[in-house]
């Protein structure tokens, strides 16, 4: 379970090659596909399992849910949501359609608290979605890492 390119890049540039690779992505942390790393691995036969694709969560808050501790992540996720919207779906929908759509990812690990959420991701499942809608999304380039990596957030009291 790895966590940034860094340590991915470490892991290639190793003499030792797992077989399996966890790590974070997401419609708005696209950081690790934009930088190439995904199809070093896939090239190189690592499957690849992505996690925190709601991002913690912070997908199904609302802009009051946030407070000010997200201000800096608000016109992103605005303009994910105006984008996902056209398409008919909301940013979660969007971030876990566009990770099961990459040829390099073999699992998507999602968190549920009922069996009704994963019956409305299972439904998500069954969603066609125009690759041109990822590719909008994809132009949004977000790259705040107090935002994206949850273990930096403000603790909660």
């Not at 997200?70 to 359609?97: H, M, Q």
């Given at each position: 379970?790895?966590?940034?390119?860094?340590?991915?890049?470490?892991?290639?540039?190793?003499?030792?090659?797992?077989?399996?690779?966890?790590m974070p992505m997401n419609i708005l942390d696209t950081r690790l596909y934009r930088c190439g790393v995904l199809?070093?691995?896939?090239?190189?036969?690592?499957?690849?399992?992505?996690?925190?694709?709601?991002?913690?969560?912070?997908?199904?808050?609302?802009?009051?849910?946030?407070?000010?501790?997200?201000?800096?992540?608000?016109?992103?996720?605005?303009?994910?949501?105006?984008?996902?919207?056209?398409?008919?779906?909301?940013?979660?929908?969007?971030?876990?359609?566009?990770?099961?759509s990459l040829k390099e990812v073999s699992k998507v690990i999602i968190?549920?608290?009922?069996?009704?959420?994963?019956?409305?991701?299972?439904?998500?499942?069954?969603?066609?979605?125009?690759?041109?809608?990822?590719?909008?999304?994809?132009?949004?380039?977000?790259?705040?890492?107090?935002?994206?990596?949850?273990?930096?957030?403000?603790?909660?009291?």
């Amino acid at each position: 379970s790895l966590y940034s390119k860094e340590e991915i890049c470490q892991v290639l540039d190793s003499n030792y090659k797992p077989d399996v690779i966890q790590m974070p992505m997401n419609i708005l942390d696209t950081r690790l596909y934009r930088c190439g790393v995904l199809s070093k691995l896939f090239d190189r036969g690592i499957e690849i399992h992505v996690r925190s694709v709601f991002l913690q969560g912070l997908f199904y808050l609302s802009k009051t849910d946030l407070g000010d501790s997200f201000k800096d992540v608000l016109p992103y996720l605005e303009k994910l949501k105006s984008i996902s919207a056209e398409a008919g779906l909301d940013i979660a929908e969007l971030s876990l359609l566009w990770l099961v759509s990459l040829k390099e990812v073999s699992k998507v690990i999602i968190g549920i608290d009922n069996v009704n959420q994963l019956k409305a991701h299972l439904e998500t499942l069954k969603k066609n979605v125009d690759s041109s809608v990822f590719e909008q999304a994809l132009s949004i380039k977000y790259e705040n890492e107090n935002i994206l990596n949850p273990s930096l957030w403000p603790i909660k009291s």
